[in-house]
């Protein structure tokens, strides 16, 4: 391999290369440039063997751009390949590590561009560059580390034929018996009865799970119940439901000491009813704070790793049985609760693109947003589940919301928000959410979260039924018009071309944005 000796005029140039690298993903201009005079631009020809197995080397590199091949030999001198990476992957890790052998082989497909770090001069930049290259290290250690135990937990797992021909063998055959008929479920199974199904007659997927309209309970009465009582009902009852699947993966942190406090913050953020509780009780008179807590970590911090835990854990507890929310169909309850995280994330996302300085936690905004759906939920039991009937929703949820529960879930979330003391802020996305026209005060963040729910509903990420009224076309809502007020340099910005771009971007990154529970 041969250094390329890259001509000072093309400095810039591998910076900008390296900035589409997800590695350098949170990297600025001037810690790249120093990354850069520290380690060695190698441009590499296919078939070149740039790690020797069983060598003993202190490099690591970074697959700027192209493909290489990983593999390891066989007693009878055959390569076995491993894997294969592309652009963006690393490799050779473990030499940052210490000084071992290499356990397998990297040889070059096609022409390939790769910065070759050595520890040793690494350790001679700013501590701050340091500090953030050897952490962004360690999360790829750790993913790869989750994968691979996904690996082992499948491999170790009993296959369906085993499992089959375990029962089949344990167990003398058995005419059929007819099972007593019980009340229907709400939820929608996707797996029929085991007599009835077999590998020949099983249904497609898609006919599995199509809803039957006949489980779903009569539309209700249209009401017009008093603001005043209506606000009196939802003030007078805060335990709403939380998501099982957070508070089972909150478990192991509740007790003992608690090492991973990013990961207790992050899975805290998942839910937006255990969010809530902790910004309350962070906010509460029992905390002497000079400032208003407005995010996760800021709450950890002000009440303590001790106390956040028995809030938690106190919380957890009344979580409420999943067949009472949302009139049992699971799928309106794990679409709300994804809906909520994914405008979050978006929200988050369109900040940091439009590049607008905002001193409230856009995230928390984006999943508090619809939290007075919950509220609403246990007012009137009967209307959520008819969200899954197709052309339900006439015009929009708030317009039918007031015609059959009495109040939309604007009002509902910014009456409980005030009731549990959230910062105003949030209340105002709460109500103002659907028509960032009326905000007068924290428009511009009402405006983001407006945006990330019209991005989010554009991907059908939505509560209920997929054929609701599409919404008016994203270019002509008047978010975009709060944004520009508040945030100059947007005026000049082509709408359409951003529309397209962050719409590109969100591509680029939707598997992480639409996962529930980060790994």
Same mark, same amino acid.
């Given at each position: ?37 520290? %380690?060695?631009? $190698?441009? =590499?020809? !296919?078939?070149? #063997? ?9 490099? +690591? @590199? ?49 022409? %390939?561009?790769? $910065?070759? =770090?050595? !520890?040793?001069? #690494? ?9 953030? +290259? @050897? ?49 229907? %479920? ?5 797996? !029929? ?327």
């Amino acid at each position: 391999m041969k250094q390329r000796k890259e001509p000072s005029a093309a400095f810039d140039q591998q910076v900008k290369f390296l900035k589409k690298i997800p590695f350098f993903q949170n990297f600025d201009d001037h810690e790249l440039k120093q990354l850069l005079a520290v %380690s060695r631009w $190698l441009k =590499v020809p !296919p078939g070149t #063997l740039v790690i020797k197995e069983d060598n003993v080397e202190r490099v +690591f @590199y970074i697959l700027v751009k192209g493909n290489v091949s990983v593999f390891t030999s066989s007693k009878e001198g055959k390569n076995i390949e491993l894997t294969t990476l592309s652009t963006g992957d690393t490799f050779g890790e473990m030499a940052l590590v210490s000084e071992t052998r290499r356990t397998a082989g990297v040889r070059t497909t096609t022409e %390939s561009f790769i $910065l070759m =770090v050595e !520890p040793d001069i #690494l350790n001679q930049a700013s501590v701050f560059l340091q500090l953030k +290259f @050897y952490r962004r290290f360690c999360e790829i250690l750790v993913t790869r580390l989750i994968a691979a135990n996904k690996r082992m937990s499948t491999l170790s797992a009993p296959t369906p034929t085993a499992q089959k021909t375990k029962k089949t063998t344990a167990q003398k055959p058995s005419s059929a018996k007819a099972k007593p008929a019980g009340k229907p %479920s709400a939820k929608i199974s996707t797996t !029929p009865p085991p007599e009835e199904t077999s590998r020949e007659t099983a249904p497609p997927p898609q006919e599995v799970q199509k809803l039957d309209l006949s489980q779903l309970p009569p539309v209700p009465a249209l009401q017009a119940v008093a603001k005043s009582k209506m606000q009196r009902r939802i003030q007078g009852n805060q335990d709403l439901a939380m998501n099982p699947a957070v508070t089972a993966r909150l478990a192991p942190f509740l007790v003992g000491e608690c090492e991973e406090t990013r990961k207790f913050a992050e899975l805290i953020s998942c839910d937006p009813i255990i969010a809530a509780k902790v910004i309350q009780h962070a906010n509460s008179s029992f905390y002497r704070r000079t400032t208003t807590v407005t995010s996760i970590p800021h709450a950890m911090i002000t009440m303590g790793i001790k106390h956040l835990q028995e809030l938690v854990a106190g919380e957890t507890i009344k979580v409420v049985d999943e067949d009472t929310i949302f009139g049992g169909f699971s799928q309106l309850s794990d679409s709300f609760w994804l809906h909520s995280v994914v405008v979050a994330r978006i929200a988050e996302l369109l900040k940091d693109t439009i590049r607008v300085t905002i001193p409230d936690d856009v995230y928390l905004a984006g999943l508090f947003h619809d939290i007075g759906i919950l509220a609403l939920d246990q007012q009137q039991q009967l209307f959520y589940p008819q969200l899954l009937r197709p052309d339900f929703i006439e015009s929009d949820l708030c317009d039918s919301e007031r015609k059959y529960v009495g109040i939309d879930h604007g009002q509902a979330g910014a009456w409980l928000g005030e009731k549990m003391g959230l910062p105003k802020p949030y209340r105002d996305v709460m109500i103002f959410h659907h028509c960032p026209e009326k905000a007068r005060e924290n428009a511009l963040l009402v405006a983001l979260i407006h945006l990330a729910n019209h991005f989010a509903k554009s991907r059908e990420v939505i509560i209920g039924d997929k054929k609701q009224p599409p919404p008016p076309p994203l270019n002509a809502s008047f978010g975009w018009v709060i944004v520009q007020e508040h945030h100059r340099a947007f005026i000049d910005v082509n709408l359409d071309h951003f529309i397209l771009s962050f719409n590109t971007e969100l591509d680029r990154r939707w598997g992480e944005i639409s996962t529930l529970i980060p790994m």
